[in-house]
């Protein structure tokens, strides 16, 4: 009787005659040369099996099936190898010989330059490049003024050039967008929007849209926070009588009758001008029934928030509980002993240097008691000598006001007054043309 295979085969690990001699085991010899030429022969695929018979036949359709999409596949492959060969040949074909950095500056400057025309189809564009929206009246005002010029005349610019013509007053910023300059102008970087007609003395809560040609005086929206649109005071600064700033209305509407009858100097020739044009504003505001904020309302309301009047003289505004004390405390030293202090630049035995030095060391003790004061919350502190370093007009006390400003509207959730005040301490000017135009040329 022929003997049957052992099923554990060479694994099998019994050593007795009577199960060795009931079942058969391959030979050890056998089985080492067969896996050796198994590691040797050449992989074989599932055709190959098939016709030898050696596994069971699968289905022949799921077969079919597989053996076309694997082809399929291999074609699909092999067209993305080549296409892809192309393109890189096309695209090392088309730089040869080119500057590659080049190329890609002048694609990425077409990019930027797409995306400043998109800007400029909207108002958008004075909150991305000035950092503050406008108030309503603001847009009344430029409806106003371009019914002073006759329709056959009139274009984006033509409002804008009577009244510098007429009144000698530029309208500026925010306006010149409205007027299509900032359309067709030469693009700048970040900080020369922010720097656009900003005098020397102005503050980063005040915005410039007046300017008398050729001068220092200027006229504009005051924001004690970035994001208010409603109700703003409009101040005026004589950038050559110092820091001062004066509030002179409630709405531009006001401003600009302030600007016609106290720093506009008529003369024969303009007096009917300025009579009509002061009728022509009345006329406006009652045809279209507007209700402006009137001065002496928003400024009440504002005095209840200043906590320190500062060199500018406009006051500083931050959250003060009145009845914790907390958001902020004094100065340790009173204005009269900062100007004293600040004074010492001024003294000729003294060269720019020592003066400097001499400053900083009495400066020091005040400026670590308003850091002090930021920590524990009194952040209306550091503002205000932040504030009336910068008012002081010294550059070289520009770092410390910084160190003072940039943790004070931090805190404050000011960052868009941090940017316009790094901007302006930039790059400083006395200069009465400040339009960033000229810069760019």
Same mark, same amino acid.
């Given at each position: 009787m022929p003997k049957e295979d052992c099923k554990y085969g060479v694994k099998c690990y019994q050593?007795?005659?009577?199960?060795?001699?009931? &079942?058969n085991h391959p030979d050890k010899t056998d089985v080492r040369q067969e896996d050796k030429a198994v590691k040797l022969a050449p992989k074989r695929n599932a055709s190959s099996a098939e016709e030898k018979g050696s596994e069971p036949k699968p289905n022949t359709s799921n077969s079919s099936a597989d053996s076309q999409n694997m082809e399929s596949h291999g074609e699909a492959k092999g067209t993305y190898e080549s296409e892809t060969a192309v393109l890189h040949r096309e695209a090392m074909s088309n730089i040869s010989g080119k500057n590659y950095m080049e190329i890609m500056e002048k694609r990425i400057r077409y990019s930027v330059q797409q995306e400043y025309d998109t800007l400029c189809e909207s108002n958008e564009f004075i909150r991305h490049k000035f950092l503050v929206e406008m108030p309503p009246d603001f847009y009344e005002f430029w409806k106003f003024i371009n019914t002073l010029v006759p329709d056959t005349s009139r274009s984006n610019r033509s409002a804008v050039e009577h009244l510098e013509t007429v009144f000698q007053l530029q309208l500026v910023?925010?306006?010149?967008?409205?007027?299509?300059?900032?359309?067709q102008a030469k693009m700048g970087e970040p900080g020369d929007y922010l720097?656009?007609?900003?005098? &020397? &003395?102005?503050?980063?809560?005040?915005?410039?849209?007046?300017?008398?040609?050729?001068t220092g005086v200027h006229y504009g929206y005051w924001r004690d926070v970035p994001q208010d649109k409603e109700n703003l005071l409009i101040a005026r600064n004589d950038m050559a009588s110092g820091c001062e700033f004066q509030f002179v209305s409630g709405n531009?509407?006001?401003?600009?009758?302030? &600007?016609?009858?106290?720093?506009?100097?008529? #003369?024969?020739?303009?007096?009917?001008?300025? #009579?009509?044009?002061?009728?022509a504003v009345k006329n406006y505001l009652a045809e279209n029934?507007?209700?402006?904020?009137?001065?002496?309302?928003?400024?009440?309301?504002?005095?209840?928030? *200043?906590?320190?009047?500062?060199?500018?003289r406009a006051g500083i505004v931050v959250p003060f509980d009145r009845k914790t004390q907390l958001g902020y405390r004094p100065l340790s030293v009173s204005d009269a002993e900062l100007k004293k202090i600040l004074a010492l630049f001024e003294r000729k035995d003294l060269g720019d240097?020592?003066?400097?030095?001499? *400053?900083?060391?009495?400066?020091?003790? *005040?400026?670590?008691?308003?850091?002090?004061?930021?920590?524990?919350?009194?952040?209306?502190?550091?503002?205000?000598?932040?504030i009336?370093?910068?008012c002081s007009g010294h550059k070289e006390l520009h770092m410390l006001a910084s160190s003072l400003i940039v943790p004070a509207y931090s805190m404050l959730k000011r960052p868009q007054f941090i940017a316009i005040a790094k901007a302006h301490m930039e790059s400083r000017s006395r200069d009465l043309d400040l339009s960033m135009f000229d810069v760019l040329k």
């Open positions: 050593r007795n005659e009577a199960h060795l001699a009931k &079942y910023g925010p306006f010149e967008f409205l007027s299509g300059t900032f359309h720097r656009h007609w900003r005098f &020397y &003395y102005d503050p980063p809560e005040f915005q410039t849209v007046f300017v008398r040609r050729g531009i509407f006001d401003a600009f009758l302030f &600007y016609l009858e106290h720093d506009f100097v008529s #003369t024969p020739f303009t007096a009917s001008k300025v #009579t009509a044009t002061k009728k029934s507007l209700e402006l904020a009137q001065l002496d309302r928003l400024q009440r309301e504002r005095n209840k928030s *200043v906590v320190a009047k500062a060199f500018h240097g020592l003066a400097k030095q001499a *400053v900083l060391e009495k400066l020091q003790p *005040v400026a670590n008691a308003a850091i002090i004061a930021v920590d524990e919350s009194d952040f209306g502190t550091a503002l205000e000598l932040g009336d370093l910068f």
